[in-house]
């Protein structure tokens, strides 16, 4: 659970650029102490009660070997009281346990006050040593120019293998979350019914750009299909049935479902729109010269001569870097 945690965290500290700074002092060595005293032992809050079995009525081991039971005589409402050292998260430990755990070269301590100066030095910008959210960052392999370069040639062998198979492979419902197969799918269906043409969408009307996606799926099994089978609804223009498998791996239209109605549709104009908008943008404050100034254009703006360039993943990248702010911020 710890590795867990620090790896969220460091996934917190990459994405995306607006959120708090995150930084993270993990101590691997038992913090103590905040208390040293007598008094009743606690386990999750509740004392623990004491019991007997004296020597004359032990159990024959065939029934006393099961991990809990209705055995030993209870002490009439005494609890464990001793002498104690609480180390905090990990509760109250007797003086034979501390003087183990702390042991040289075993678990050892650091004291609560350590921890804390450390904490309040990083909030305050110092570099302590100590954040592992920033040791992480100094360790990870990041993407590479290799992977990067190839890329390209990868993306088109799947096209070539598409053509030459009579397939269209979109998503399978492995990244993650199901929204991330749902806007590929719908993109494609756009995408299929617009001759790639991104300009098509924007200016078609809303109600016939769902019917004709509907209609795309209505004729195509395979594609609908492929969509159901991984969990992945379809919502009908009217919106008052699903297409779906025996699994759907979302309860929302929203987060997992293909959503064919013309509300919907209008939404992927907008956003289109905006991709084209933030284009053409990036061209003129360039000169078009494609200065180092931008990352990547999306989509390539249609002019008189070539068509604009609908590519699926491409498009939802965009969707999940601008609309949903989960655009990586260190390579």
């Avoid at 995408?191 to 924007?202: E, P, Y």
């Avoid at 609908?310 to 969707?319: H, K, L, R, Y």
């Amino acid at each position: 659970m710890a590795g867990a945690h620090s790896l969220l965290l460091f996934l917190l500290a990459r994405t995306p650029p607006d959120r708090p700074a995150v930084k993270e002092i993990k101590p691997t060595a038992a913090i103590a102490w905040s208390e040293i005293g007598y008094g009743p032992i606690h386990r999750h809050g509740v004392g623990v009660p004491l019991y007997d079995c004296p020597p004359s009525q032990a159990y024959p081991l065939s029934e006393a070997k099961t991990p809990t039971g209705d055995f030993g005589v209870s002490l009439a409402g005494r609890y464990l009281e001793n002498v104690y050292i609480d180390v905090g998260e990990n509760g109250l430990f007797g003086l034979g346990e501390f003087s183990a755990l702390t042991a040289l070269r075993q678990m050892e301590s650091v004291t609560v006050e350590e921890v804390a100066e450390n904490v309040v030095l990083e909030l305050k910008g110092g570099n302590t040593g100590y954040d592992v959210i920033s040791a992480l960052d100094q360790a990870v392999l990041g993407p590479s120019y290799r992977a990067g370069y190839l890329r390209h040639q990868v993306i088109a062998r799947m096209r070539r293998l598409e053509q030459e198979k009579g397939i269209s492979s979109v998503a399978f419902e492995a990244l993650g979350p199901p929204r991330v197969s749902k806007l590929l799918f719908e993109a494609y269906l756009l995408q299929r019914v617009s001759q790639d043409s991104m300009a098509h969408i924007r200016c078609a009307d809303p109600q016939e750009l769902a019917q004709a996606a509907y209609d795309e799926l209505t004729q195509d099994q395979d594609l609908r299909s492929q969509m159901i089978s991984i969990g992945i609804p379809i919502l009908i223009p009217a919106g008052d049935h699903l297409l779906r498998g025996p699994v759907i791996k979302s309860e929302t239209a929203n987060d997992g479902w293909v959503d064919l109605r013309p509300e919907n549709m209008r939404h992927w104009q907008l956003r289109l729109n905006r991709i084209e908008a933030m284009a053409k943008l990036e061209i003129q404050a360039d000169g078009g010269m494609h200065s180092s100034q931008f990352d990547r254009l999306f989509v390539e703006p249609a002019t008189d001569e070539t068509p604009d360039n609908f590519q699926i993943g491409e498009i939802v990248a965009w969707i999940l870097i601008y609309e949903e702010g989960g655009a990586r911020m260190k390579a």
